[in-house]
């Protein structure tokens, strides 16, 4: 199911949480922490590898203290 | 990972794509065709039941011809 238009989806989503993230002035490894998910998992959203749950989304915006809606925002 | 407040969120976005397939005037069949799931995906999705992908989210969004953002604006 995942299609070239997902892929761009993904990727888009990865450099979003990469500019909030860094924004933030957090580190991935800070970001890790406070969402409770793997250092390696945050590098492979980044990155646009991995296609993350909506529970992954949700832990994410939630360290980074922000809506869900933020992170589709461009 | 997903704790309670990540049931909550899942349960939300499952509240708000029944609401605008069912605005939309599609059943669930129908959605499932035009964004490529199976059919039970959507029913468990609608109920909260699972926690849908990214990329999932997309092709739901695409089939509704809405933006992802417009599946977490209550």
Known sequence: MINIKNDKVIKAFGRRLR?????N???Q????N?????????GRIERGEVNPTLS????????LNIQ???????
């Not at 406070?34 to 945050?42: D, K, T």
């Not at 992954?56 to 360290?63: D, E, F, G, N, Q």
């Open 34 to 42: 406070m969402a409770e998910i793997p250092l390696s998992q945050v």
């Open 68 to 74: 869900i809606i933020d992170l589709f925002l461009i």
């Open 29 to 32: 490894e800070q970001l890790a």
């Open 19 to 23: 500019d909030l993230r860094i924004s």
């Open 56 to 63: 992954t989304i949700s832990v994410l915006a939630t360290a």
């Open 25 to 27: 002035g957090l580190s």
